[in-house]
């Protein structure tokens, strides 16, 4: 049996997908609608006070295609808090006008591939401010599930750990060379979701995800071991934003 990989786990998060249905919406009357943007929007308020007591993280995001409208993500100390604040939205009057075409459930994680043994990275404040992230107020998000294979030679989990360190070591130093570019954080899922992992990448360039992307696909960990799920790019949402998207041109 080779050896499992040490993880350090911090906040969970929750990404929510939701997808507007625009008959109905536009099928109820202003002032009702007006009345339930207030609702969301109080509640996001809610939700982004997290943030100042370092309790959790909050962003939203208009995604662009036919899979979502919008993407809600919460970072939270409990997966608990979690469940409440999907429920919390589930109860507002704006839930019954979207539905839910992808969610993916997972906590923020780190790996001790690139930890040199012996170092105890809690001591570390930016260790532990990797595993609580405050999520990045870049302008654009990408956010896809992955899996590492297990088929035949091309089996991630029967390396041993230097060889999969050797991979990660090489892997590291490709996302490194985007320092100031793009921010990733990765959030493990095994026993949570349908996926091994997330991958949510943050930047003011949208070009820089489909760089970063194609550069890892030729590296060995991604190119022989990476499987990908569905791909979801969004543009960030201020309130003011959320409000337009949900009002501009509706007659
Ligand atoms: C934006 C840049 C960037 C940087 C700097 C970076 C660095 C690192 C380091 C140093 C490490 C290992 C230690 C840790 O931190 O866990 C990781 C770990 C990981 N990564 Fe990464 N990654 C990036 C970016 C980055 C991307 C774009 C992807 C998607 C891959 C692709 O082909 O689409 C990815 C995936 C992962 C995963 C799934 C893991 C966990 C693997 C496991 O088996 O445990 N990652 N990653």
Not at 46 to 57: C, I, L, M, P, Q
Not at 91 to 101: F, G, H, M, N, Y
Request: glycine residues 6%; negative net charge.
């Amino acid at each position: 049996m080779s050896q499992a990989v040490n993880t350090y786990e911090g906040w969970f998060v929750y990404h929510d997908f939701r997808k507007i249905d625009w008959n109905k919406w536009k099928s109820i009357n202003p002032s009702k609608r007006e009345q339930m943007i207030q609702e969301l929007l109080d509640t996001i308020q809610e939700w982004s006070t997290v943030e100042d007591n370092r309790k959790g993280s909050f962003g939203q995001y208009a995604i662009l295609g036919h899979k979502a409208d919008l993407l809600f993500v919460h970072l939270r100390p409990t997966i608990d808090e979690l469940n409440e604040v999907k429920l919390q939205f589930d109860k507002l009057d704006i839930a019954d006008v979207t539905s839910t075409p992808y969610s993916f459930t997972s906590v923020v994680e780190l790996s001790s591939y690139t930890i040199p043994p012996g170092t105890d990275p809690f001591s570390d404040p930016a260790f532990r401010e990797r595993l609580e992230p405050i999520l990045p107020k870049t302008q654009y998000v990408c956010f896809y599930p992955m899996n590492k294979r297990r088929l035949g030679e091309d089996n991630w989990y029967m390396l041993s750990v230097e060889e999969r360190r050797k991979m990660m070591k090489s892997h590291g130093m490709i996302g490194r060379s985007y320092a100031g570019r793009v921010r990733q954080i990765i959030t493990g899922a095994i026993g949570f979701d349908d996926w091994e992992w997330g991958v949510s990448l943050f930047s003011d360039d949208p070009l820089t995800f489909k760089k970063l992307v194609t550069e890892m696909r030729f590296d060995e960990v991604s190119a022989r071991f990476g499987e990908f799920g569905p791909f979801y790019v969004g543009c960030r949402l201020t309130s003011d934003g959320l409000t337009s998207l949900l009002s501009d041109n509706i007659k």
